[in-house]
């Protein structure tokens, strides 16, 4: 019996040892032996998780984004999990929700539920007002769409504002043009990141109005820092993933 533990003692030891060993050659063997303790049958990890930007942490992670604007994510780097059409709450409203929605292109229903009655929240369809940005003159009043991706092998998602390129490591999704309510209309939502090139609705061109999408621009003269911001240039905005 006393022999049993002191094997035990000097197993532990001898793994806590090489668990906090950082020489990087003798890393792989060490995890190995540490696994087969741990209850994964010693498999040998694909790769030593050293990388600059890769850790052992987010080798297998995930994340989830929405690419405003587009039907697509980016190749190489994101799957669709679904595409849509953006929605939200009504411009002119004081009540609903203040995030977008990307709606899928098939909805599914309950049928044993049926809206009756004014006590309900109302989700309409997005318009993008550009008739005075002249990029996009030409889909003024039109709906945008969405998809909604998966980035494998990232942990986290970010949209920066006025910028256009991601910080060192951090991989570009695509870049944008950031929108939000117009400033007078009491319905405000969040700002969104549209992508540059948008795709809309064919023969989405009528006005219904709804969750509206206007071109946000920087505001000097108040608490802004101007420079380096400028009066009421269009803002760009980035989307990254790590």
Known sequence: MKFFKYTVVFCLVFLNQAKGDDDDAADNVKNYIWNIFGGDGGNLPPNDCKGE???CETRNASVVYTHWGRTDCTPDTSDVIYTGYIG???YSHSGGGT????LPETP???NGLIASGNQRSL???AEIQSDDYLPWKDIYQNDPLCAVCLAQGRSTSLMIPAKRTCP???TKEYEGLLMGNRHDHPGGHEYLCVDLNPEVRPGSAPNHNGFLLFPAVGVCGSSLACPPYVHRNELP???CTW
């Open 123 to 125: 989700v309409y369809g």
């Open 237 to 239: 905005c980035v989307v």
């Open 168 to 170: 060192q490591g951090w």
């Open 88 to 90: 939200g709450g009504q």
């Open 108 to 110: 599914e229903y309950n």
């Open 53 to 55: 930007f890769m850790t």
């Open 99 to 102: 995030n977008a929605l990307c």
